[in-house]
């Protein structure tokens, strides 16, 4: 989805390397998720922020950190990168309004174009 | 601990034919299933969604048929075609105490054959 941009789209890196993964929206959306997608284990939620000032640990968070830099982006950063890490990386948006006008929970989420992370 | 279990991993079927996709969950409190379809070198996109109060919602080929005493719900795709192939995920989630996030399945590689 155009409105969804991630960068870089791939990176090769060496273990210990500090790596940030950046996602960048202009759907005006509230919250934005990173994901991690590995072979046979589906999408992994590692960190959410529903507004700027509020960031929350998904499922897979230890060795990762987040940013929430406007409302627009959304950093994720490997402080110490290991070859456990290879994966590939989604950063997501969703509304916080439903079609009634009020909080939903029943959102559509609107996923970038992803970026193959490498780590030797 | 996995919450949503996905079946098949990989599924192969002739064009025409009817590719059928299984999830199951454990949270009670889920209230709002979705599934995502992923072409190669994308990210997901939804496809179609359901919530439990109804036990079946279609969108034109694509249908989810949903079992809330079995705590089950499917991917129906009748006369699939190969650009059907893609890997689809079954996602759940929860709108209890302000949670929104989404739970996903592995994922189901369907490969369409001429």
């Known amino acids: 989805d155009a409105d969804v941009t991630q960068t870089p789209r791939n990176r090769i890196t060496k273990t210990g390397k500090r790596i940030m993964l950046e996602c960048s929206q202009t759907k005006g959306h509230d919250r934005m998720y990173w994901y991690r997608q590995d072979p046979g284990l589906g999408l992994r939620l590692i960190y959410y922020?529903?507004?700027?000032?509020?960031?929350n640990k998904g499922e897979i968070s230890d060795g990762y950190s987040v940013s929430r830099q406007a409302q627009a982006k959304f950093s994720l950063s490997l402080e110490s990168a290991i070859p456990n890490q290879t994966a590939l990386y989604f950063c997501?948006?969703?509304?916080?309004?439903?079609?009634?006008?009020?909080?939903?929970?029943?959102?559509?989420?609107?996923f970038g174009p992803g970026t193959r992370l490498t780590v030797l | 601990q996995q919450q949503v279990k996905q079946s098949p991993q990989s599924l192969i079927v002739q064009k025409g034919g009817i590719s059928i996709i299984n999830c199951a969950y454990e949270n009670t409190a889920f209230d709002y299933f979705p599934w995502y379809q992923q072409f190669p070198g994308k990210g997901p996109a939804l496809l179609i969604a359901i919530r439990p109060d109804v036990s079946e919602k279609k969108e034109g080929r694509f249908t989810i048929s949903f079992n809330k005493s079995a705590k089950q719900f499917s991917l129906h795709i009748m006369d699939s075609q190969p650009g059907d192939s893609a890997t689809y995920f079954c996602a759940a989630s929860s709108s209890g105490a302000g949670s929104y996030q989404l739970t996903f399945g592995k994922g189901t590689k369907l490969s369409v054959i001429p």
């Open positions: 922020s529903f507004d700027v000032k509020d960031i």
């Open positions: 997501a948006t969703s509304d916080i309004y439903g079609t009634s006008g009020s909080p939903s929970s029943y959102n559509e989420q609107f």
